[in-house]
């Protein structure tokens, strides 16, 4: 029964994460992407959107070492900008709380995230997230509910997916899972929890909606 949560927006935020990813494109590339390049990107995972990018600027898909070398200079500046005594991360306190804490009672769960998975590891242990928690990064070639059903196979189900933006429930429902949202830009008949809200929130609407499946 994976729970697979979602990490920016879903379990707190690194503000101005897209500015330094166009900052990070622009160094390796030697033009930063407009801000409305970025916006027609179709993708939701860091391959996706730096692949569409890199097609645009050069007329050809992204190549492997390109995307390596976009996770290392990705990971350097968030190392850099998120070091202690800089800038710090926001985190959704009880929404990380409530994770834990369902990993720990022995539920199986899961970050399924767009970002590079050495990134991802970063943000995991800067919001405070469990490490025994698995984690699934963009992979190349890989959309969101790629990632998603990797995190779930081999699984038995129920399942289910927490996360805050559109994209995030379409993958949901491309995997037929449950959603669960957080925050005010996923409307819909799901159960939608505040980014503020306590881990007991968290885990009395977790059991909520595994027992209506
Ligand atoms: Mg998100």
């Known amino acids: 029964m994976p729970l697979c949560f979602d990490l920016d927006g879903t379990l707190g935020h690194f503000s101005g994460g897209y500015v330094l990813l166009r900052e990070v494109l622009g160094e390796l590339w030697g033009r930063v992407p407009t801000e409305a390049e970025l916006r027609s990107c179709q993708g939701s995972t860091d391959w996706e959107i730096v692949d569409e990018l890199?097609?645009?600027?050069?007329?050809?898909?992204?190549?492997?070492?390109?995307?390596?070398?976009?996770e290392t200079a990705c990971l350097l500046r968030f190392e850099r900008e998120f070091a202690p005594?800089?800038?710090?991360?926001?985190?959704?306190?009880?929404?990380?709380?409530?994770?834990?804490?369902?990993?720990?009672?022995?539920?199986?769960?899961?970050?399924?995230?767009?970002?590079?998975?050495?990134?991802?590891?970063?943000?995991a242990q800067a919001l405070g997230v469990d490490p025994g928690i698995p984690l699934w990064g963009s992979r190349p070639g890989h959309s969101r509910a790629d990632l998603i059903r990797l995190a779930l196979e081999g699984c038995a189900g129920p399942h289910?997916?927490?996360?805050?933006?559109?994209?995030?429930?379409?993958?949901?429902?491309?995997?037929?899972?449950?959603f669960l949202g957080v925050g005010p830009c996923v409307p819909g008949d799901h159960p939608i929890l505040e980014p503020e809200a306590h881990a007991h929130v968290l885990l009395s609407t977790v059991e909520q909606l595994l027992k209506r499946l």
């Open 85 to 123: 005594g800089a800038r710090s991360a926001v985190v959704y306190e009880g929404m990380v709380a409530g994770l834990n804490s369902l990993h720990r009672q022995g539920q199986p769960v899961a970050l399924v995230s767009g970002n590079a998975p050495r990134v991802l590891t970063f943000k």
């Open 160 to 178: 289910l997916y927490a996360g805050d933006r559109p994209h995030d429930l379409h993958a949901a429902r491309e995997m037929g899972l449950p």
């Open 54 to 70: 890199h097609g645009g600027r050069f007329g050809r898909g992204l190549p492997m070492e390109g995307y390596q070398a976009f």
